[in-house]
Structures are given as structure tokens and as C-alpha cells.
């Protein structure tokens, strides 16, 4: 079990769907980040947040949207998804976003572009 | 950019000791972190290492050497469970981000 919870842990959508993946996190932490892994590869960062003010944007695509409603929720909003964005999506947090603190990775959600 | 640099893939004995070796750019160098990754499972938090020398936290230790770009993961008494994807990743000049390595692929065999 991690401190970092995601839902849902399985998502299939067609390219037209619109989705959302949720993150929380109670442990007070004010970073948090989402990144994309794919199989047998590391995970790649898309998207930092540091107290709730959106801080790093690695020239994601605009069909996923984040949204940081406080300090412990995260959400990643999916538009016309291509099939190459089959991956598992995983959210983290730390204690404050400048790189000195571990990220607590959640289990991820498990995302299949149909 | 900052490269990280690691194995691709180990194999070793249950019960033997393991070091996965990780070599990175030294420029706006922060500090390094190794996380392991069990087959489609999260990543979990192993060692942060930001000064000179070796941390050692049970069976697992880790090194820094901040002038030569390296550091290790010592893995001690291997167990089946230790077989695992490592991560290597460090933190630079651009705030929180982390520059992943291509992870080892640890098999740890009878």
C-alpha cells in the first residue's frame, strides 16, 4: 500500500472519450507530479506542481490537462487520447518541490487507448 | 542534458551481494536518488545520497562520489524478492525535476 492513492487503477477509453485520473495524498506534502512510464522504460515527468501553482510543464500535449484543486488532490483530465498514450500514469508527491526531498509515488492507473 | 547512465540489466545469486553502478553528468549537480520498481507496482523511495560517501540502510547501502559522477546501490544477502527494476535518478539545476536513468533490471536467481 502507498500514501499516494490513484483511481481508477484501470482506465480503457476510446480516442473520443474525455477521463479524468485522481490523486490524492494526506501526508501535507506541497509538490506533486505526474509522469508517464511505459514498459521497460523509466518514468517520464509531464507535470509539477508546488503549492498548487502548476511549476513545470515538460511540452506535454494539451489533450492532458492538470488540475491541482488543493493541496492534496491532483487530476490529469484526457482529451482525444492517441493510442500511443497507452502507458501507466503514475502521481507523486514530496514535502516541497525543489529536488531534496524523496517523491512518494501512488500505484498508478493503468491507461489503454483504444 | 544531464545524462544518467546504468546497466540495463544484472543477474545475481540469492544470498550474494550485487552493486549497481551509476554514472551521471557532474554539472548543476543536486543530489541522487535509487528507487526500485517491482513489476507493475510504484517506485519506492531507497536512498538519497547529496554528500560524499556511503549510506547504509540494512541490507542496502548506497555511495556518492560528487567529483567523479558515480555512485552505487550495494545490495547485501540477496533474496528472490530483491529482483526488481533500480532506479537511478538525480536532481540538477531545474528544481524539482528528476532525471531518471534506464533502470537495472536486477534477476535474482536460486
Known amino acids: 500500500d502507498t500514501e499516494v492513492t490513484q483511481t481508477p487503477k484501470h482506465l480503457v477509453m476510446g480516442m473520443t472519450n474525455k477521463k479524468s485520473l485522481k490523486c490524492e495524498q494526506h501526508m501535507g506534502h506541497r509538490a506533486m507530479y505526474w509522469y508517464k512510464q511505459k514498459a521497460k522504460k523509466p518514468p517520464e515527468l509531464m507535470f509539477v506542481?508546488?503549492?498548487?501553482?502548476?511549476?513545470i510543464n515538460e511540452s506535454v500535449p494539451s489533450r492532458f490537462s492538470p488540475e491541482c484543486p488543493n493541496s492534496s488532490l491532483l487530476n490529469l483530465h484526457l482529451h482525444a487520447l492517441q493510442p500511443e498514450d497507452s502507458a501507466l500514469y503514475l502521481c507523486a508527491s514530496s514535502t516541497h518541490g525543489d529536488g531534496n526531498q524523496p517523491q512518494h509515488f501512488g500505484d498508478g492507473t493503468r491507461l489503454s487507448i483504444l | 542534458g544531464q545524462n544518467i547512465d546504468q546497466p540495463t540489466e544484472m543477474t545475481a545469486t540469492e544470498g550474494a551481494i550485487v552493486q549497481i553502478n551509476c554514472t551521471y553528468q557532474?554539472?548543476?549537480?543536486?543530489?541522487l536518488f535509487w528507487y526500485q520498481q517491482h513489476a507493475g507496482e510504484a517506485p519506492t523511495f531507497l536512498s538519497y545520497n547529496v554528500l560524499d560517501g556511503l549510506e547504509e540502510k540494512g541490507r542496502f547501502s548506497s555511495f556518492l562520489s560528487r567529483s567523479k559522477g558515480y555512485s552505487y546501490l550495494l545490495l547485501k544477502e540477496l533474496q528472490m524478492k530483491d529482483s526488481a527494476s533500480y532506479l537511478c535518478a538525480g536532481t540538477f539545476n531545474q528544481g524539482g525535476k528528476l532525471i531518471f536513468g534506464q533502470g537495472t533490471e536486477l534477476s535474482v536467481k536460486p
Open positions: 506542481y508546488s503549492y498548487e501553482k502548476l511549476s
Open positions: 557532474t554539472s548543476g549537480f543536486n543530489g
